[in-house]
């Protein structure tokens, strides 16, 4: 068994990898028939179903989760954990693989299934908005809205840097790469 856990700021994407990977091994009509599934508990709850959060409905149907931020209009934020076992089948091997995706949220209660999550992976995907980073460079370093900003979008990181193998951590981008090092080693506990 392997476990790999989706990590990072919030509104990031973390939910909707998470559900992309899930159906990834879908047949095109289970996949269908999942999604239609799907949209009639949404139809139930009178939540509108959006083409944009399809796979994010894949991994959570809470109600508390799925309300809309009215100020963003986004979907709402993962509150708990979310464990997904998927069987990974080719035809060189059968890999069970659960996928933990935790909350991206900053709170007290979140914050425990952020730890739980971690250090229940053995693997980590860090995912991050890219409209996030650029918000941070233009942003006066070392002021106090950068260093509040900063540690928003890397706590999480710091925690696996600091308590896991970091290469084992999965990231993409070269800049982001570079990015995440630096974070590692200036954070180094």
């Avoid at 095109?28 to 939540?47: D, G, P």
């Avoid at 083409?51 to 100020?71: A, G, H, N, Q």
């Avoid at 693997?123 to 106090?144: C, Q, R, T, Y």
């Amino acid at each position: 068994m392997n476990n790999i856990v989706i990590f990072g700021p919030v509104h990031s994407g973390k939910t909707t990898l998470a559900g992309f990977i899930r159906t990834y091994y879908m047949s095109e009509s289970e996949f269908k028939r999942e999604e239609e599934l799907l949209k009639e508990k949404l139809e139930e709850k009178n939540i509108l179903y959006k083409m944009s959060d399809r796979f994010t409905y894949f991994i959570s149907m809470d109600e508390d989760e799925l309300i809309r931020d009215s100020k963003n209009n986004l979907i709402g934020t993962t509150k708990r954990i979310h464990m997904k076992h998927i069987p990974h089948k080719n035809e060189y091997a059968d890999i069970d693989i659960t996928y933990i995706e935790t909350p991206g949220l900053n709170t007290r209660s979140t914050w425990k299934q952020k730890y739980q999550g971690i250090f229940i992976g053995e693997i980590g995907i860090f995912v991050i908005d890219i409209n996030e980073i650029l918000k941070l460079i233009l942003l006066e370093e070392n002021s106090k809205k950068y260093n509040s900003k900063f540690d928003e979008l890397f706590a999480s990181l710091f925690l696996w840097c600091s308590f896991k193998e970091k290469d084992k951590l999965i990231r993409k981008g070269k800049i982001l790469f570079q990015l995440i090092l630096f974070s590692c080693q200036i954070y180094q506990f």
